[in-house]
């Protein structure tokens, strides 16, 4: 079964923290997403890599960073933390040669709060 | 620009019941179709990927059909269960293998 894991479940940060978010699969996916869930707007893409150190703005990008150094780990940066960031943050991942033929698989998700 | 549009919103039915949830997509340029479960404060399970080229999926209780030229899914799932009871999210996938998503159906099954 493919597994992602993500560090953090629930996590509280202060205003203009650094904030780091991490993922990692475990099933040689070439694909990593980053997406947002708030209520009413639903998921929306925040960055995505195809493979390492290659990175992708999705949607709505600005406030974030990536980094992705190793193939199975994909790391979300809030260089900056403000209470407009506080959301659902769900990590993805998928094969990139397989397409479309597989599935993306996604984490527990980590809630975030910006005090 | 595709938008995705899951109607309705929340849906509450008596266990047992059959029933269908709606997905509709504004583009039919579509790689394939990928339908989620979410449990309150939870990530996403995966449970049907339909390829633009096929109908229908089925999975146990689940059935998910697509026509692409009218730019509609349906989830079915027969016989429900109170375990049903979850948000069911629709998503399709388009260039550079990004999913665009709908906002979700609330499902409710009574006891």
């Known amino acids: 079964d493919v597994k992602v894991t993500q560090s953090s479940r629930y996590l509280v940060k202060r205003t203009g923290e650094k904030v780091f978010l991490e993922c990692v699969q475990d099933m040689d996916h070439e694909n990593m997403f980053w997406y947002r869930q708030d209520p009413g707007l639903g998921l929306r893409l925040i960055y995505f890599s195809y493979d390492v150190k290659m990175k992708e703005k999705g949607d709505i990008p600005e406030g974030y960073s990536v980094s992705r150094e190793k193939k199975e780990r994909f790391s979300l940066i809030l260089e900056s933390a403000s209470t407009n960031q506080t959301s659902m943050y769900l990590c993805a991942s998928s094969f990139r040669k397989r397409f479309p033929y597989q599935p993306q698989h996604f984490g527990d998700g980590t809630r975030l709060s910006i005090l | 620009k595709q938008e995705v549009t899951q109607i309705p919103a929340a849906l509450s039915v008596p266990e047992g019941e059959n029933l269908v949830l709606n997905c509709s997509f504004t583009d039919s340029a579509i790689y394939n179709l990928q339908w989620f479960r979410q449990d309150p404060g939870k990530g996403l399970t995966s449970l049907l990927l339909?390829?633009?080229?096929?109908r229908e999926q089925t999975s146990g209780r689940l059935n998910a059909s697509l026509d692409k030229s009218s730019g509609r899914s349906t989830l079915y799932i027969a016989a429900s269960q109170p375990g049903d009871s979850a948000t069911y999210l629709c998503?399709?996938?388009?260039?550079?293998?990004?999913?665009?998503f709908g906002q979700g159906t609330r499902l409710t099954i009574n006891p």
């Open positions: 998503a399709v996938f388009q260039g550079a293998q990004k999913l665009v």
């Open positions: 339909i390829q633009s080229s096929q």
